[in-house]
């Protein structure tokens, strides 16, 4: 098993671009979800789904898109990038129910000029 | 607005030294309170968890201190090691979010000197 696979690595946009950051996870989880790691605040969850076709807004939605076509995808679009979205992403999944372990990705660095 | 709060923001304690990390928060509904580690260029990952039902929960060197009535919990370390130099992240959940959805402290540098 990979477990939580995210693509790329590190990213370099400028500002009003648009890109699509990939988060693909093999355990057959119902619940992933996108953080933000930011110096001093923690992780901030950006989107989640707790299933297929199923996508809902967490803390700093603004500026991010998701969808969830499959058990499998779940990938984060940025529409137009900001400098303030300069950031490390992190994808995560969950069996969901009584079991909430969170198993995340190893995250992208995106930096935003 | 944080509704978990984390301190100290950093730590340094010599190896063999015990420290503590504590967290705050706010929700009454929280009903799940987990720790996670994380190295340096990794996700984060999970360390212990705990319900409010006990005081204490111990895994290894881990054990993790929880105080209902004054809504904190905490995060102690025994004989600390260097590989345990990470940054640590408390965090919580209600039944509502179970496994969907985390609400995380701000995160705790640890150096741990050899």
């Known amino acids: 098993n990979a477990g939580v696979t995210q693509t790329p690595k590190f990213q370099v946009l400028k500002t009003g671009q648009s890109m699509t950051l990939q988060c693909a996870q093999d355990?057959?989880?119902?619940?992933m979800s996108w953080y933000r790691q930011d110096p001093g605040m923690g992780l901030r969850l950006i989107h989640y789904?707790?299933?297929?076709?199923?996508?809902d807004q967490g803390e700093v939605p603004n500026g991010y898109n998701v969808s969830r076509s499959t058990t499998e995808d779940f990938p984060l679009r940025l529409l137009s990038a900001a400098p303030s979205q300069t950031s490390v992403y992190f994808c995560?999944?969950?069996?969901?129910?009584?079991?909430?372990?969170?198993?995340f990705g190893s995250g992208t660095q995106l930096s935003v000029l | 607005q944080q509704q978990v709060k984390q301190s100290p923001q950093s730590l340094i304690v010599q190896k063999g030294g015990i420290p503590i990390i504590n967290c705050a928060y706010e929700?009454?509904?929280?009903?799940?309170f987990p720790w996670y580690q994380q190295f340096p260029g990794k996700g984060p990952a999970l360390l212990i968890a705990?319900?409010?039902?006990?005081s204490e929960k111990k895994e290894g060197r881990f054990t993790i201190s929880f105080n209902k009535s004054a809504k904190q919990f905490s995060l102690h370390i025994m004989d600390s090691q260097p590989g345990d130099s990470a940054t640590y992240f408390c965090?919580?959940?209600?039944?509502?979010?179970?496994?969907?959805?985390?609400?995380f402290g701000e995160g705790t540098q640890l150096t741990v000197n050899p």
């Open positions: 965090a919580a959940s209600s039944k509502e979010t179970s496994g969907s959805r985390l609400t």
């Open positions: 789904s707790v299933g297929a076709g199923i996508t």
């Open positions: 995560a999944s969950s069996e969901g129910g009584s079991n909430e372990k969170l198993f």
């Open positions: 355990m057959n989880h119902e619940y």
């Open positions: 929700n009454t509904a929280f009903d799940y």
């Open positions: 705990i319900r409010p039902d006990v």
